[in-house]
């Protein structure tokens, strides 16, 4: 296993390298502010508008920051906690355009604590841009001042708008993000408060904006690149184990319609976003990511393991939280983690709620929602699957096994919600039976 983790650390490290080159431009930027002639004549001016540079100091500062951390999220607080000396926000929202620039996406979203449930609620939310206010901000990039959102939606009736203004938001600045002149979506700041947006705020944050903007765009990349091969690593350690055949794609179809069933039952109304739902379909197809350290002798036993062989087998969970966290060190330097639910996931998915599992033994809610809903995918795949250690169960005997494990393997709630819906997982079980295995 020691070769295994080596391969794939080596093969991480180098696909990591070869992209941030590709991305480092942006230090240009930092040596023409490095070079920016600070003289003697200059001195004095600078004095007279020291709130100016001090501004300006702060926005090298991003810059610098956007260049060593290139997670977004980080990047965000950042900005968040920096500029709200200069201007008066209480939630920064940014929406990105999706579908050929016809839909606008909440994407990333930071507030106050008072209305921390804000960010959650508008990330996810999609609104058709030629049936939304937003249209000239996107076509024209002309940045729009709200100084009474309640009066000025009075005739309009989105979603979006709806949301700011039950969460308290009175004023807003949206402005265009554009990267090379092409719109790419918009941000913009609230406030609490009526009226407190000016023309100064405009210019200064269309320069933040640029910023952003290209932040943004170089993390969209990085985001991608890193998930893609992340999942390339599963699906090649997936492989070594022919049978399993589509079990990657299950996984996800499984856990994300259990996630479904739980939206429809309003259960754990609070942690299930729309963000949830797609961490849940993004990540869940890893969970088992880690058995690429495992040694094909263990791995790919024909019969039942002994007791050192399951012990080997259990490592599985802790080498996938390796991976995922040697792949976040790559590119993150700060607090945020891009796979915070795929790290819960991997680890937490052979947990059980009786406290019973492994690797940690934790019991009940300790266990994160994502890996109880992935342990009940990830067990009724098992089940109904060819394994080289076992025959395939039919859905009647793997779902009456899953029920009677609830309270004790699997949560309670969670399996209720899946008793009311077991008509429905019938069906998605049977299309899967209709497609022969791709191997
Ligand atoms: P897996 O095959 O993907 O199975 C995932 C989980 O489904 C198992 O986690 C277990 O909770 C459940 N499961 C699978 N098959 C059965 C079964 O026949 N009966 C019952 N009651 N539950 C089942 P677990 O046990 O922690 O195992 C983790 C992984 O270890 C398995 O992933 C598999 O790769 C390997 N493994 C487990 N037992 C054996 C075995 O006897 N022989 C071999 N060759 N591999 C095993
Ligand atoms: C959001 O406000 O985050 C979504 C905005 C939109 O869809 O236009
Ligand atoms: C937004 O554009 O989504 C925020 C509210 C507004 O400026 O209309
Ligand atoms: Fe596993």
Redesign the pocket.
């Known amino acids: 296993m020691e070769h295994n983790n080596n391969r794939f650390h080596g093969y991480l490290t180098e696909q990591m390298n070869s992209w941030l080159n590709k991305i480092s431009g942006i230090s240009a930027l930092n040596k023409a502010f490095a070079s920016f002639p600070l003289t003697s004549e200059l001195k004095p001016v600078l004095d007279e508008i020291s709130v100016e540079f001090s501004k300006l100091d702060k926005l090298i500062q991003l810059i610098e920051n956007m260049n060593k951390d290139v997670s977004f999220d980080g990047i965000l607080n950042y900005i968040y906690s920096t500029f709200s000396e200069f201007i008066p926000y209480s939630h920064i929202g940014i929406a990105l355009l999706k579908d050929n620039g016809r839909v606008l996406e909440g994407s990333y979203g930071r507030s106050d604590e008072a209305l921390e449930s804000l960010p959650k609620k508008l990330v996810g939310l999609r609104a058709e841009v030629s049936e939304t206010s937003l249209v000239g901000i996107v076509r024209d990039g002309t940045p729009r001042v709200i100084n009474d959102l309640y009066s000025y939606t009075q005739h309009k009736d989105a979603q979006y708008n709806r949301i700011l203004i039950e969460a308290g938001i009175k004023s807003s600045i949206t402005l265009p993000l554009k990267v090379n002149e092409k719109p790419i979506g918009i941000i913009f700041f609230s406030n609490t408060n009526k009226d407190v947006y000016r023309e100064e705020h405009i210019e200064f944050l269309k320069t933040l904006s640029n910023s952003i903007a290209i932040s943004l765009n170089k993390n969209i990349f990085i985001d991608e690149m890193l998930y893609s091969t992340l999942l390339a690593l599963t699906k090649m350690a997936e492989a070594r184990?022919e049978d399993?055949g589509d079990?990657l794609e299950r996984m996800k179809e499984y856990s994300v319609r259990i996630t479904e069933f739980l939206i429809e039952d309003n259960m754990y109304e609070e942690e299930i976003t729309i963000a949830f739902l797609k961490g849940i379909e993004r990540f869940s197809p890893m969970h088992?990511i880690g058995?690429v350290g495992?040694k094909d002798g263990?791995?790919?036993?024909?019969?039942?393991?002994t007791d050192d062989?399951?012990g080997e087998?259990?490592k599985?969970v802790i080498y996938g939280v390796d991976v995922l966290k040697t792949a976040e060190k790559n590119i993150a330097k700060q607090k945020y983690s891009m796979f915070k639910m795929g790290i819960e996931i991997v680890e937490g998915h052979?947990e059980k709620w009786n406290g019973t599992?492994?690797p940690y033994r934790k019991a009940g809610t300790d266990i994160p929602l994502s890996a109880r809903i992935v342990?009940i995918a990830?067990?009724l795949?098992?089940?109904t699957?060819k394994?080289?250690?076992?025959d395939a169960?039919n859905f009647e005997e793997s779902m009456n096994?899953i029920i009677n494990e609830k309270g004790r393997?699997f949560d309670p709630y969670i399996i209720e919600s899946l008793i009311k819906h077991k008509k429905e997982m019938k069906i998605l079980y049977d299309s899967f039976q209709n497609n022969e295995p791709s191997e």
């Open positions: 184990d399993t079990h088992d058995k495992v263990v791995l790919l036993k024909p019969g039942r393991l062989e399951f087998m259990k599985h052979h599992g492994y342990a990830d067990v795949d098992a089940l699957s394994r080289p250690y076992k169960y096994y393997h």
